[in-house]
Structure formats: C-alpha cells, structure tokens
C-alpha cells in the first residue's frame, strides 16, 4: 500500500484471487458470498464464461479506434439501449457514472442556452466525484474541501419540494433541469415517491424543464425491470447508466430523448464507447435480458 494515496483508507485486508457467479475466493482459500457486487458492477457474476469469450475474442481482434471512426458494437448498444427502455433515446458512451453525470449536465446546459442554467437536486443524492457530478451531489460532506463548487445547484429535501419551488417560481428563476436518482443508493436505498415523481415529472415537461435521472446505480435490472424509470411509468429527457452496464468492463452512458443536444464538437471522451466495453456492455444486457424474459428477475418490490 505504500504507493498508493490514501483516499480509500484502510482497506479490508482481503485478497480476492477468482469469483464464480456470486461466490468470491479469498488467498487463505476462504469462500464469501460477495453481497456487494463490486458496488452494482457485477451484474453478469463472476467468472462469466460467455463474457471471458466476448473480451477474448474482441482483443483478438480490435480493442480500439477512436470515435473518429464508426464502432459498430456502439451503436448497436445504443439501439439496444433504447429498444429495452421502450422509447426513444439517443447515447453518448463515457467511462463512468460520473463521466455519464458531466455529459448530462453539459446538455443541459446547452439546452438553457445561457438563459437558464440551474438544476436543482436532492439532499443526500450522490452523483459521482469530478468536480460537476460532485456539485450536483447534495453531501456537504463531500464538497467541503473542495471549494468552490460548480456554479447553479441547488439541493431540496424532498420532490415535493422541488415541485413547490417550481410551481412558485417566476419564469426567470426557473431551473434548466432536475436531477434525482429514484431510489437514492448511497443516501441509504431511499425509494423516492412514486406519485410524487411522476407529478413532477408533468410539471417540469409543462415548464420545458429536463428531467435527468441517474440511473447508474438503479439501472440495468438492478430494481428488477430494465430501468426504474419504467417502474415510476415516467419517460426522462435524459438517463445516465454505468455500473452494471458493463458487467466489471469500465462503461458509462448518457442517453437522451435530444437527438440534436449536442452539435459537433461539443462533447467526447477518448475511450468513451469502444469496442472492448460496448461489445461486452451489449453481451451483458444480451444475458440479464434472457435472465428477465426468463422470470428470473422479476422482483417484486413494493416500495415504489
Ligand atoms: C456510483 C454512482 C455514481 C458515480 O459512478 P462512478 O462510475 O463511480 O463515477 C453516480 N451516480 C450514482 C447514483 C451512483 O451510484
């Protein structure tokens, strides 16, 4: 550990060697029942055959252009994508949450066209650790040694309250768009009201204001359907996933009903929507999608 900072802490002193589905070997030879589940990335479990194909058989072939260039896998995980949420979207492809936060945030400010640039979000919501997803992310906490924030957010203590602000605001003071994750993960698995959410979601559409949800940590099966968007019967302006898409393959996606949000030249990552993550990112959602066509993942959660 000595070259490493320490912005971890101290690690739990546990040497993880080979994983098989949900099970994890420990050095010592000890087995554990891994609940955690690399914080919602291993999605497809551990050791999955049909993945160690895919990422074989890709490196073997092309890992990489960039984005200069067409990337088949990429689009056929956008189309995928869109297809499994039911409407359509339209993605650019990152490497994290927190990347997939930016993109989202950078189009919506596009979309205020310097006129409006707020967006407001709840207290104890986590939307990553770059500076604008750290910003948006209503955990003093967290920001307080980092000063000064991104300009323009505001936080609430509930949707009802955001709905309030709203619906009491002059046209001038009016966010650019909300941001809520619809069961708060590291606030401690808070399911946001159902009713609620979808009263807000007709008055920021009535309002021309977006509605991002960030479903990097709720999407991708996690609560049982594709999205939990389609558990709330709502259709955001625009999605962010990460996590679980890519099965433990780095991958974020900012997917959006703005087919012309962004113009060229006004975003773009390097590794963003490769052909080693969107081909395993496709071969992960080509599996959970059998497993829910199967039953297999029909949960039945009430909360909502
Ligand atoms: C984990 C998480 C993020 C950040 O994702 P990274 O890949 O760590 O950048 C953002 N939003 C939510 C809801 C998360 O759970």
Excluded: W
Aim: aromatic residues 10%.
């Amino acid at each position: 550990m000595k070259y490493l900072l320490n912005n971890y802490g101290k690690r739990f002193q546990l040497n993880f060697q080979s994983g098989k589905n949900s099970t994890l070997l420990e050095k010592s030879g000890k087995k554990f029942i891994d609940f955690a589940s690399g914080i919602g990335v291993v999605s497809v479990g551990h050791g999955n055959q049909e993945i160690a194909e895919v990422i074989a058989d890709q490196s073997k072939k092309i890992l990489h252009v960039s984005n200069l260039y067409n990337i088949e896998p990429q689009e056929k995980l956008a189309e995928k994508i869109s297809k499994l949420a039911g409407f359509e979207l339209f993605a650019f492809f990152a490497n994290s949450g927190a990347e997939a936060n930016e993109a989202a945030i950078k189009l919506a400010r596009k979309f205020g066209a310097g006129k409006r640039y707020k967006i407001y979000s709840l207290l104890n919501s986590f939307h990553g650790r770059t500076l604008g997803s750290l910003s948006a992310t209503g955990q003093k906490k967290l920001q307080e040694k980092f000063l000064p924030m991104v300009d323009g957010f505001e936080f609430f203590k509930s949707v009802q309250d955001i709905e309030n602000q709203i619906v009491t605001s002059s046209e001038n003071d009016l966010p650019v768009a909300v941001i809520l994750e619809l069961v708060q993960g590291e606030g401690g698995i808070q399911a946001l009201p159902k009713k609620d959410v979808q009263n807000l979601a007709k008055t920021l559409k009535s309002k021309n204001i977006l509605l991002i949800i960030d479903e990097v940590q709720t999407g991708i099966y996690r609560t049982g359907e594709f999205l939990t968007s389609q558990i709330y019967e709502i259709e955001p302006d625009i999605i962010t996933l990460a996590k679980g898409l890519g099965g433990g393959i780095p991958i974020g996606a900012m997917v959006t009903k703005l087919k012309d949000g962004f113009e060229a030249g006004d975003h773009g990552s390097t590794f963003g929507g490769n052909y080693l993550s969107t081909s395993v990112a496709l071969k992960v959602l080509e599996i959970l999608e059998n497993e829910y066509s199967n039953g297999k993942l029909a949960l039945k959660i009430e909360y909502f």
